[in-house]
């Protein structure tokens, strides 16, 4: 977060709020692809077009709010992890960054797994026709019912999260006559340079084993001797929205130290590691996310090394990543409502959307970038808040962001990267409904998530 004191002008504020912003843009017109789907660009008109179609056109066609997601550019980024990791690892994309059947399809499509965290994860994944085995569940707390269909489907592979979960998926597993393969979730100590509520990899947390005092090896034991399992593997995810390689190093090292314990004391060499997911994007021109061959290659080489070092055999080794793939793809598409100067401190721009689209600015304190798409504007930087239309003063969806002062209501703006975490995160508050998810494509745009309806929620109101 690069923050600085910004020169007032008439429009800017008089009294700058404490470090809460950088300096207004060169252009504000400009669209930073480091931010923006790929296909984004502005036509002759200035109006911001995304796969080719105005989105002037889509608010008419699909209303606002509305996440727009760029098709190609997701296959783009799904097949870069997929190539990068080559056919010696398995990229499971994190189906609760953003899940539907047709990005199942696209991912089935370009070789990728998909992992769910869910029963209703589950049932989306298997109904888009993706085979069973290239699923894996997680998950700290799956019931028995969710256990029992996934060893029923055939699940590739099922996450132990617990010493309790270790005896419920062996019973189950072997109540149907089979023996399921297993990986065991480990928390490796490491503190994940990201937001506390992100990070799952330090001790005091719900996720996983901890390796700490023995007992990811006890959880190992226990496993080997269940008929039910097979134990392939293990699984280490040590946060999200994380730039710094250096905690999956000390993560491999230490699950690569467990492999190495597993083997002396069993003389078994299990086969798999998964390394999670938690690759950050850029959310503003501030972020610096590497690039999927970066990433594969500083994995792959730091296993091999801390291997090498062990004289194990390299496992087969598995990344989970969910942002990384779909947080860029996709845009929120708002139209501007009303517009509150505040003399001496900002203005506030209200959308038709707000909180119900996207928790994430309330929840940890994200930022996100903001642009005027369905025009360009010469005027003059003005310190915006853009705000939502709940109830509720946190409702915030960018917290400092720089818009042109002519802005007015009726005006389209979009905030980029709400492609992860924003639908799968959405709720009804206020009984506001929520919004679509359009696709588009080579000039042509679908609906692949409808937009709830009153008769929707409604429907559930059976009292
Ligand atoms: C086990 C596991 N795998 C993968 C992910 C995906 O994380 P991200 O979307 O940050 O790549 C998560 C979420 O943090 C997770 O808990
Ligand atoms: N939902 C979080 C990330 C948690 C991912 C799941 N462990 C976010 O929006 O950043």
Same mark, same amino acid.
């Given at each position: 977060?690069?923050?600085?004191?910004?020169?007032?002008?008439?429009?800017?504020?008089?009294?700058?709020?404490?470090?809460?912003?950088?300096?207004?843009?060169?252009?504000?017109?400009?669209?930073?692809?480091?931010?923006?789907?790929?296909?984004?660009?502005?036509?002759?008109?200035?109006?911001?077009?995304?796969?080719?179609?105005?989105?002037?056109?889509?608010?008419?066609?699909?209303?606002?709010?509305?996440?727009?997601?760029?098709?190609?550019?997701?296959?783009?980024?799904?097949?870069?992890?997929?190539?990068?990791?080559?056919?010696?690892?398995?990229?499971?994309?994190?189906?609760?960054?953003?899940?539907?059947?047709?990005?199942?399809?696209?991912?089935?499509?370009?070789?990728?797994?998909?992992?769910?965290?869910?029963?209703?994860?589950?049932?989306?994944?298997?109904?888009?026709?993706?085979?069973?085995?290239?699923?894996?569940?997680?998950?700290?707390?799956?019931?028995?019912?969710?256990?029992?269909?996934?060893?029923?489907?055939?699940?590739?592979?099922?996450?132990?999260?617990?010493?309790?979960?270790?005896?419920?998926?062996?019973?189950?597993?072997?109540?149907?006559?089979?023996?399921?393969?297993?990986?065991?979730?480990?928390?490796?100590?490491?503190?994940?340079?990201?937001?506390?509520?992100?990070?799952?990899?330090?001790?005091?947390?719900?996720?996983?084993?901890?390796?700490?005092?023995?007992?990811?090896?006890?959880?190992?034991?226990?496993?080997?001797?269940?008929?039910?399992?097979?134990?392939?593997?293990?699984?280490?995810?040590?946060?999200?929205?994380?730039?710094?390689?250096?905690?999956?190093?000390?993560?491999?090292?230490?699950?690569?130290?467990?492999?190495?314990?597993?083997?002396?004391?069993?003389?078994?060499?299990?086969?798999?590691?998964?390394?999670?997911?938690?690759?950050?994007?850029?959310?503003?021109?501030?972020?610096? %996310?590497?690039?999927?061959?970066?990433?594969?290659?500083?994995?792959?080489? &730091? @296993?091999? *090394? #801390?291997? =090498?070092?062990?004289? !194990?055999?390299?496992?087969?080794?598995?990344?989970?990543?969910?942002?990384?793939?779909?947080?860029?793809?996709?845009?929120?598409?708002?139209?501007?409502?009303?517009?509150?100067?505040?003399?001496?401190?900002?203005?506030?721009?209200?959308?038709?959307?707000?909180?119900?689209?996207?928790?994430?600015?309330?929840?940890?304190?994200?930022?996100?970038?903001?642009?005027?798409?369905?025009?360009?504007?010469?005027?003059?930087?003005?310190?915006?808040?853009?705000?939502?239309?709940?109830?509720?003063?946190?409702?915030?969806?960018?917290?400092?962001?720089?818009?042109?002062?002519?802005?007015?209501?009726?005006?389209?703006?979009?905030?980029?990267?709400?492609?992860?975490?924003?639908?799968?995160?959405?709720?009804?508050?206020?009984?506001?409904?929520? %919004?679509?998810?359009?696709?588009?494509?080579?000039?042509?745009?679908?609906? &692949? @998530?409808? *937009? #709830?309806? =009153?008769?929707?929620? !409604?429907?559930?109101?059976?009292?």
């Amino acid at each position: 977060m690069s923050r600085s004191a910004h020169p007032a002008g008439p429009r800017h504020a008089d009294v700058l709020p404490e470090g809460h912003y950088s300096a207004p843009p060169a252009d504000l017109n400009a669209l930073d692809p480091k931010v923006w789907a790929q296909t984004v660009a502005r036509d002759e008109d200035g109006v911001v077009t995304v796969g080719g179609i105005p989105v002037t056109r889509l608010a008419e066609e699909y209303g606002t709010p509305a996440y727009v997601l760029d098709e190609a550019d997701f296959r783009a980024r799904a097949r870069a992890w997929r190539t990068a990791f080559g056919a010696e690892a398995d990229v499971f994309y994190a189906g609760k960054a953003f899940l539907s059947r047709a990005v199942v399809r696209w991912l089935d499509e370009e070789g990728l797994n998909v992992d769910v965290c869910s029963g209703g994860e589950l049932a989306t994944v298997l109904s888009a026709g993706m085979p069973a085995d290239r699923i894996a569940f997680h998950g700290n707390n799956k019931s028995v019912d969710e256990i029992t269909r996934a060893v029923e489907a055939g699940v590739g592979h099922i996450v132990l999260d617990s010493f309790q979960e270790i005896v419920r998926v062996a019973h189950i597993a072997q109540s149907l006559g089979t023996r399921q393969k297993v990986l065991i979730r480990i928390t490796v100590g490491v503190e994940a340079h990201t937001h506390e509520f992100i990070a799952t990899a330090h001790e005091d947390q719900k996720f996983g084993i901890p390796l700490a005092g023995g007992q990811a090896a006890e959880a190992v034991r226990r496993a080997l001797q269940l008929d039910g399992l097979e134990l392939v593997g293990i699984h280490s995810h040590i946060g999200s929205q994380i730039f710094d390689m250096s905690g999956f190093e000390v993560a491999a090292h230490r699950v690569v130290s467990l492999l190495k314990a597993v083997r002396d004391e069993h003389g078994v060499e299990l086969p798999e590691i998964d390394l999670g997911g938690g690759l950050g994007i850029a959310y503003t021109s501030d972020d610096d %996310p590497r690039e999927p061959h970066e990433i594969a290659k500083a994995l792959t080489e &730091i @296993v091999t *090394r #801390e291997c =090498e070092a062990a004289k !194990l055999r390299t496992p087969r080794i598995s990344v989970e990543p969910g942002r990384a793939i779909v947080g860029p793809t996709a845009f929120t598409l708002y139209e501007v409502g009303t517009i509150k100067p505040l003399d001496g401190l900002r203005t506030y721009v209200s959308v038709d959307g707000g909180m119900s689209d996207n928790i994430r600015t309330a929840l940890y304190d994200a930022e996100y970038s903001v642009a005027l798409v369905s025009r360009t504007s010469d005027a003059e930087p003005m310190l915006a808040r853009v705000v939502g239309k709940h109830c509720e003063s946190g409702d915030i969806v960018v917290k400092d962001a720089f818009l042109p002062a002519d802005l007015a209501p009726g005006d389209l703006i979009a905030v980029p990267a709400t492609g992860a975490y924003c639908r799968s995160m959405a709720s009804n508050y206020n009984h506001v409904l929520r %919004p679509p998810v359009v696709a588009v494509d080579g000039g042509e745009a679908r609906v &692949i @998530v409808r *937009r #709830e309806t =009153e008769e929707d929620l !409604l429907r559930l109101d059976v009292g």
